[in-house]
């Protein structure tokens, strides 16, 4: 049974993922920012009777990375993400910095370590949840954009970089 650690599954894509992959039989850790969301997804879990492991996990937080890291894992989706529209002449610099912190810094972060556990034993899959924003830019988006686009960068040349060793990467 492989085990995926999916960030960002307390709401859209990516907890529909972590409840599909668990009912074709994955050991899911289904990981959410904050405590809310981990209450809110075991009651998800039990009225659909699916078992998740679930683990409050703020990926801007390097703890929270390192416990993390510390898992086996077969399978990571970066799943976590924000998005603060508005234009980009608006958008306060704070705002922005918290957006790449979340979108860019943090999933490649926990990234480094995981992959350098999946280096060593030869094999692995990354994903990282882009949007098509990070390929069509559009009004009141320009910052999420931006920090999709830099994370589809990130994952094309992971993919390079990995392949070797046995590490798949994914867009």
């Given at each position: 049974?492989?085990?995926v650690l999916i960030t960002g599954a307390g709401s859209g894509l990516n907890n529909g993922a972590a409840f599909e992959l668990a009912e074709r039989g994955y050991d899911v850790i289904a990981c959410v920012e904050i405590y809310p969301q981990v209450r809110a997804l075991e009651l998800q879990a039990n009225e659909r009777g699916v078992k998740l492991?679930?683990?409050k996990i703020d990926v801007t937080k390097e703890?929270?990375?390192r416990r993390a890291i510390?898992?086996?894992v077969d399978v990571l989706v970066n799943g976590a993400g924000i998005i603060e529209g508005g234009a980009v002449v608006d958008i306060p610099g704070e705002n922005m910095r918290r957006q790449f912190e979340v979108n860019v810094i943090g999933p490649v972060l926990l990234t480094q370590g995981i992959a350098r556990k999946m280096i060593k034993r030869r094999s692995g899959r990354i994903i990282f949840m882009s949007?098509?924003?990070g390929i069509v830019s559009g009004p009141f988006v320009g910052i999420?954009?931006?920090s999709k686009r830099a994370l589809e960068?990130?994952?094309d040349t992971m993919s390079m970089e990995l392949q070797e060793f046995g590490v798949e990467v994914a867009l």
């Open positions: 049974m492989k085990t492991r679930i683990e703890g929270d990375r510390s898992w086996d949007s098509v924003v999420y954009g931006a960068a990130i994952a």
